[in-house]
């Protein structure tokens, strides 16, 4: 049987949130998915509050996993401890609450869902990302495994797919808020992708209004943050996972306007 798994990319604010409960429920049929991760760690701007995880989850996320602005709202810091279906990157430090491993039921088979950061260009005093997949990936494995690898640098996600490849069933990138055109199987049967893109405004720079982002490179007072208005995309990645060998077979864009 072949398994589907869609990663949706980094939901951006009220509009994103709006866009993705209007758009991913229908994919979701359209396309026969098992299991959907999202990233939520834009949906109040930066950081994510309680309430959005839960329209998360209700817009059809089966695990929500985060990044770099994970503890910018810091109300997220009690949920984080008690949802064991919202994860955060699991290289952060042991002082931080929550987790960043889960293993959860997909049907008949399990998956294991990890969220990691990069620390190339990303200076959250994160431990080793490889040397912590490493340790997570040791004893019985799920079935499937799949990774959300939360990173700045093309460079450190493609060496991780290459490192963690036949280890896993997919990793995708987060974070650049742009999609990569090099969905693929890695040689050993991992499905990749470098970014999925954002669930947010079409008209935007990675979610804010352009005008702001230019006063910000102008080196002027670009002002509060702020998420743009108008029209929204949906963008992510769907896996399709073969359920006896645990590879992936095919890896399809999805992008929903
Ligand atoms: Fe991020």
Redesign the pocket.
């Known amino acids: 049987m072949i398994y589907h798994i869609l990663a949706i990319g ?1 939901v951006v604010g009220e509009q994103g949130l709006a866009h993705l409960s209007k758009s991913l429920r229908a994919v979701k049929k359209l396309k026969d998915v098992h299991f959907t991760v999202v990233n939520g ?1 834009n949906a109040a701007g930066t950081g994510i509050l309680p309430r959005q995880v839960d329209q998360l989850y209700a817009a059809g996320a089966d695990v929500v996993t985060l ?3 994970t503890f910018r709202r810091q109300q997220i810091a009690g949920r984080l401890e008690e949802d064991p279906y919202l994860l955060r990157p699991a290289n952060f430090t042991g002082r931080a609450p929550g987790r960043g491993w889960g293993v959860y039921d997909c049907g008949h088979i399990q998956i294991g869902v990890m969220n990691l950061i990069g620390r190339c260009g990303l200076d959250f005093h994160a431990d080793n990302p490889f040397i912590a997949a490493d340790r997570l990936l040791r004893g019985d494995a799920p079935r499937f495994t799949v990774v959300d690898f ?1 990173a700045e640098a093309t460079s450190e996600k493609l060496a991780m797919g290459y490192y963690l490849d036949g280890r896993v069933s997919a990793l995708w990138g987060t ?1 650049t808020h742009v999609p990569t055109a090099d969905g693929q199987v890695l040689p050993k049967g991992t499905g990749y992708v470098s970014d999925l893109g954002m669930t947010g405004p079409i008209r935007s720079v990675l979610g804010i209004p352009p005008e702001q982002s230019v006063e910000l490179f102008l080196g002027g007072v670009p002002g509060p943050y702020q998420v743009a208005d108008g029209p929204c995309k949906m963008e992510g990645v769907l896996f399709s996972l073969d359920g006896e060998s645990g590879r992936c077979v095919d890896v399809e864009r999805i992008d929903i306007r």
Request: charged share 30%; aromatic share 0%.
């Open positions: 980094d760690e990044g770099n602005h939360h974070h």
